[in-house]
C-alpha cells in the first residue's frame, strides 16, 4: 500500500546530517535534489571525488560543513525553464514517515528556492500518493511517536 504524502513535508537525511528540513513534493521532477553550494569535482591520488557545501549562508540549517564523497555520478538535468545541465548526483538515505529509503539526490545551487530539497517522482514512484491539500505527514507523525 503507498503512504500518502502532501505537497510539502520535512524529512531528516542522517548522512548529511540534516533533520527536519523543508522538502516540497515535486511530481513534474524526475530526479530529487537538494540545494548546494560551492559544487565541484576534485581529484585526490588519482581518485575523483565530488566536494560541497549543503544549503548557503542564508539557510537557518547552514553550518559550512563541506562535504565529499567518490560516490557519485553525474547526469544531464533539463530543468524547468528547458535548459539542460550536468549535474552530479549522489546517493544517501532519507527518513520519511519513520522509514530508511535511499535516494538519489543531484545537487543544485537553488538560493532562490524557499524549499532546499525537492523530491521527484523517481523516489515517489511505488512508494507514495500525493494529496496535494496536505502537509507535513511524516513531519507530524514522527512527532507524535
Request: hydrophobic fraction near 35%; glycine fraction near 4%.
Amino acid at each position: 500500500m503507498k503512504t500518502t504524502i502532501g505537497r510539502i513535508d520535512k524529512a531528516d537525511f542522517p548522512e548529511l546530517h540534516l533533520q527536519d528540513i523543508d522538502l516540497k513534493v515535486d511530481s513534474g521532477a524526475y530526479t530529487s535534489s537538494i540545494h548546494c553550494s560551492n559544487i565541484e569535482e576534485i581529484e585526490v591520488e588519482g581518485d575523483n571525488f565530488i566536494r560541497f557545501t549543503l544549503l548557503d549562508p542564508e539557510h537557518e540549517f547552514y553550518n559550512n560543513k563541506e562535504f565529499s564523497t567518490k560516490n557519485y555520478a553525474s547526469k544531464m538535468v533539463k530543468s524547468s525553464n528547458g535548459i539542460s545541465e550536468k549535474r552530479f548526483l549522489i546517493e544517501t538515505k532519507i527518513i520519511i514517515f519513520n522509514k530508511s529509503f535511499p535516494i538519489h539526490l543531484t545537487l543544485s545551487e537553488r538560493k532562490d528556492m524557499t524549499f532546499p530539497i525537492l523530491l521527484g517522482r523517481k523516489f515517489l514512484n511505488k512508494k507514495f500518493v500525493i494529496d496535494t491539500a496536505k502537509k507535513n505527514l511524516s513531519y507530524k507523525l514522527k512527532n507524535i511517536e
